[in-house]
């Protein structure tokens, strides 16, 4: 694996559906090595840092908001907190 000496800052705004695509995206393709299937972590790369960057704390599925509305046990599956 190779290391930069700086290391590469990669800044993503906005966290729902884009920017966690965005974030999965990278993620794959700058750490995880070619045995990567995407179920687990991949090894960590001191030379890359992917940040999100969002006003909430936590993924909103929006596009379930309807069914979320009539269904409240449904409601709560909406949230997902980032961390």
Do not use: C
Request: proline letters at 7%; glycine letters at 10%; a positive charge.
């Amino acid at each position: 694996m190779h290391i930069a000496a700086k290391p590469i800052r990669i800044a993503i705004a906005g966290g729902n559906f884009a920017g966690l695509s965005a974030v999965k995206s990278l993620y794959t393709h700058l750490l995880a090595t070619e045995t990567y299937d995407g179920t687990t972590q991949a090894p960590p790369n001191p030379s890359i840092a992917i940040t999100l960057i969002d006003r909430k704390d936590g993924f909103l599925h929006y596009l379930g908001m309807t069914r979320g509305l009539t269904q409240p046990s449904y409601g709560n599956s909406l949230w997902l907190p980032y961390a």
